[in-house]
């Protein structure tokens, strides 16, 4: 089993910052990274970017290329999401997961989910 907490959620301005972290715990050695997800009020769950533990380019959805980047600190078994340049659009509840399959920017492989932290972008 891995358990994923997320935090660094918050209110903010558009034009601000955030950091989110993902703390993992338990076998994370069975799984190959980890996912950001979100999911805005009505709507569904989208990708947010990704990063393997062993290395690799990490992933970004279009949305936020330029403006997140996701980076990892393997000594702490932690996944931080720097997001810049916040929109009122990114405003979403934001969810760490992570899988035993290559695949990380598909939520429906994935086999541990955190119980996400709300950021909300004021305009």
């Known amino acids: 089993q891995v358990q994923l907490v997320e935090s660094g959620g918050g209110l903010v301005g558009a034009g601000g910052s955030l950091r989110l972290s993902c703390a993992a715990s338990?076998?994370?050695?069975?799984?190959?990274?980890v996912g950001w997800f979100r999911q805005a009020p009505g709507k569904e769950r989208e990708f947010v970017s990704a990063?393997?533990?062993?290395?690799?380019?990490?992933y970004y959805a279009d949305s936020v290329k330029g403006r997140f980047t996701i980076s990892r600190d393997n000594a702490k078994n932690t996944v931080y999401l720097q997001m810049n340049s916040l929109k009122p659009e990114d405003t979403a509840v934001y969810y760490c997961?992570?899988?035993?399959?290559?695949?990380?920017?598909?939520?429906?492989?994935?086999?541990?989910w955190g119980k996400g932290t709300l950021v909300t972008v004021s305009s």
């Open positions: 338990g076998r994370t050695f069975s799984t190959y990274g």
């Open positions: 990063i393997n533990w062993g290395g690799g380019a990490p």
């Open positions: 997961a992570s899988g035993r399959k290559p695949t990380l920017t598909r939520g429906d492989v994935m086999d541990y």
